[in-house]
């Protein structure tokens, strides 16, 4: 079964494998612009550790311009619908394949039963999404580095990539996909029902949840934010010009400001956490919908009424 | 294979009151048959009378709504290791995957099945000059039947079944094909049971007959036996039904001017002695063709020249009268 997994989805192994080796082709070559740029604008020295932003204004400010659309935003709209579109690829064509081409018939009628066949399938599937969900979070950590040591990996548009969440995102839709490969049969209307739920469940959870996984803390605001107007809030995508945050200290996520001078916030130390909450709704999403689909197929009749 | 010995008693295949249905319609219902150990079965009947359904209950496919399927004395169940083994089985259209060699498939059926024979495989395919490196999708449709039946025959599986698997062919590759089927039939101590509408294909190779009509089985029983307990009466177009001998399964009255007479066909038993000719009857034997058409015309037109009392008596061709 294992050979005939790998000779079934070899294809999308290669396809996945290019897709890994672009991304990884562009984030050297921009990586590598954007940090010899961050030691050559003053950035990589002491002056962001020392003051926590302060005074190294004009810095950010160049590096910020060169980069700053790129890398936040740019690569964040495209980057957004990645995991789900490899989810649903993978995921669409893997049972409703066998009921286009009638190859279920020769599938399920060899000696091995169809649950275990599904099992095997999608566990070695699954496997090879993780690494791929690994590698490409680790290609992605790499090439925002610098960035990272200016906005600090709470900010949205950081936390997507880095950590856990792209893989969990990836299964999330790999798994919505093969369940509806199952109940639709047809590949193409399979990925679309499939992303459409992953899109929804990606952003609702985004912008409305996961600010609030954990109660967020309140402090008071910078003293230097008193006098200076461009302090930044850090919600959404990350502005221009960041530094000095109101909180006073790099990578911290604010939410907002309240009366008295006070700011609510989720700190930088809380990414991990929040990785792993996240990580764990989208991971229990596709579990439910792998076991979904594996019950259902053991239990329903063949596909002939 | 010689567990699965013809003198045990132990039919190949038996169904016990199968029924299987889909929402709220039977797609097949009340079906009991047997089929003997090294029997080459033909399954007939019209496009959608549950040849398909019935056969993916036996193959294990298919989860009975109710009664059972026993393949060689043991009872099917649907999705099951030992069930799937048991059967090997050429879907219609025999589906192979578009991208893979035949190599590839054989490597597939060689993983999936622990009793895979893959000289039988290879051998086979050699003989019909079919390359091991050819992928499917520019393989010909006979070409890509006969690895469908290469793969069902190396799986080494005592009961094969075959769906319909020449309706997508031309002649002359349904002919080689069904050529191939008998040669095998003939080596082997193999069960066959061939699914199909096309009567014809059926008739030179099958020695079990099992016709279906309407999820019901119509008749079932050895091709000879059947072919001896029917006759085909040509009698005037007058003849009251009940002046017929056996039981009248199927009539055509013929409104030709110069002799207006009714065909009927008819079937005699052990209680119902063999017709004898009386002036201005003709009496035939039934061809195998005759014998299946006039039970699938029987099942769809009711017979509106027999009188009531009559008809009501008429026994329903079952199974059980027919199964050895």
């Given at each position: 079964m294992i050979w005939v997994t790998w000779r079934q989805h070899r294809g999308q192994a290669i396809a996945c494998l290019a897709v890994l080796a672009a991304l990884a082709v562009y984030a050297i070559i921009e990586g590598t612009s954007m940090r010899s740029a961050f030691s050559s604008d003053g950035l990589a020295g002491s002056c962001l550790a020392r003051t926590q932003g302060i005074g190294c204004e004009n810095g950010i400010g160049a590096?910020?311009?060169?980069?700053?659309?790129?890398?936040?935003?740019?690569?964040?709209?495209?980057?957004?619908?990645?995991?789900?579109?490899?989810g649903v690829l993978v995921g669409g064509s893997l049972i409703a394949r066998e009921s286009e081409y009638g190859t279920w018939r020769l599938a399920?009628?060899?000696?091995?039963?169809?649950?275990?066949?599904?099992?095997?399938?999608?566990?070695l599937v699954t496997g090879g999404l993780i690494v791929l969900g690994a590698a490409m979070t680790a290609v992605i950590t790499w090439y925002r580095a610098p960035m990272d040591r200016l906005t600090g990996r709470m900010q949205h548009n950081v936390f997507d990539f880095e950590g856990l969440v792209l893989t969990a995102y990836i299964l999330c839709a790999f798994g919505f996909a093969v369940l509806a490969g199952l109940l639709i049969r047809r590949s193409i209307p399979a990925m679309i029902a499939a992303f459409i739920p992953w899109l929804a469940i990606r952003l609702i959870v985004e912008f409305v949840f996961r600010d609030q996984f954990l109660a967020p803390l309140t402090t008071a605001m910078a003293a230097s934010c008193h006098t200076q107007a461009g302090c930044g809030s850090g919600i959404g995508v990350v502005p221009q010009s960041v530094l000095p945050q109101s909180t006073g200290r790099i990578g911290d996520l604010v939410l907002g400001s309240k009366p008295g001078n006070l700011v609510s916030y989720q700190p930088a130390d809380r990414f991990w956490p929040f990785q792993f909450i996240e990580a764990g709704i989208f991971v229990a999403l596709a579990a439910a919908a792998l076991g979904?689909?594996?019950?259902?197929?053991r239990r329903r009749a063949a596909w002939s009424a | 294979m010689t567990e699965h010995d013809a003198g045990s008693g132990v039919p190949a295949l038996r169904a016990e009151r199968l029924g299987r249905r889909y929402g709220k319609v039977w797609g097949l219902r009340d079906?009991?048959?047997?089929?003997?150990?090294?029997?080459?079965?033909?399954?007939?009947?019209?496009?959608?009378?549950?040849?398909?359904?019935?056969?993916?209950?036996?193959?294990?496919?298919?989860?009975?709504?109710?009664?059972?399927?026993?393949?060689?004395?043991?009872?099917?169940?649907?999705?099951?290791?030992?069930?799937?083994?048991?059967?090997?089985?050429?879907?219609?259209?025999?589906?192979?995957?578009?991208?893979?060699?035949?190599?590839?498939?054989?490597h597939l059926g060689h993983a999936?099945?622990?009793?895979?024979?893959?000289?039988l495989a290879v051998a086979r395919v050699d003989a019909l000059g079919i390359p091991l490196k050819r992928k499917v999708k520019s393989m010909s449709g006979g070409q890509q039947a006969q690895v469908s039946l290469t793969m069902a025959l190396a799986k080494r599986a005592p009961l094969l079944v075959l769906d319909e698997p020449v309706s997508s062919l031309d002649p002359v590759a349904r002919l080689e094909f069904m050529r191939d089927v008998m040669a095998s039939a003939a080596d082997t101590d193999l069960t066959f049971l061939i699914s199909s509408h096309v009567v014809s294909e059926l008739e030179r190779i099958c020695d079990w007959l099992i016709i279906l009509a309407n999820g019901h089985v119509q008749l079932a029983g050895p091709t000879d036996g059947l072919l001896a307990a029917h006759q085909l009466l040509t009698v005037p177009r007058d003849t009251p039904g009940a002046e017929l001998?056996?039981?009248?399964?199927?009539?055509?009255?013929?409104?030709?001017?110069?002799?207006?007479?009714?065909?009927?066909?008819?079937?005699?038993?052990?209680?119902?002695?063999?017709a004898r000719s009386r002036p201005g009857w003709q009496v035939d034997p039934v061809s195998f063709e005759q014998l299946v058409l006039g039970y699938l015309q029987h099942q769809s037109t009711p017979m509106t020249h027999d009188d009531p009392a009559q008809a009501a008596q008429r026994p329903r061709p079952s199974t059980k009268e027919f199964t050895r």
């Open positions: 590096f910020m311009d060169k980069f700053g659309t790129v890398v936040n935003i740019s690569f964040w709209s495209v980057a957004l619908i990645v995991p789900g579109l490899i399920w009628s060899q000696s091995v039963p169809r649950a275990r066949w599904l099992a095997v399938k999608l566990g979904a689909t594996i019950l259902l197929l | 079906c009991t048959l047997e089929v003997p150990v090294g029997a080459v079965a033909a399954l007939v009947g019209p496009n959608g009378a549950g040849k398909t359904t019935l056969l993916e209950m036996i193959i294990g496919l298919l989860k009975p709504t109710e009664g059972q399927v026993s393949v060689f004395g043991e009872t099917s169940r649907a999705g099951t290791a030992g069930t799937l083994a048991r059967v090997g089985y050429v879907a219609q259209d025999h589906p192979l995957y578009r991208d893979f060699t035949v190599a590839d498939m054989f999936m099945n622990p009793s895979w024979d893959q000289k001998p056996g039981t009248a399964i199927h009539r055509t009255d013929s409104d030709s001017p110069s002799y207006r007479h009714s065909t009927v066909l008819v079937r005699t038993g052990a209680d119902q002695p063999a």
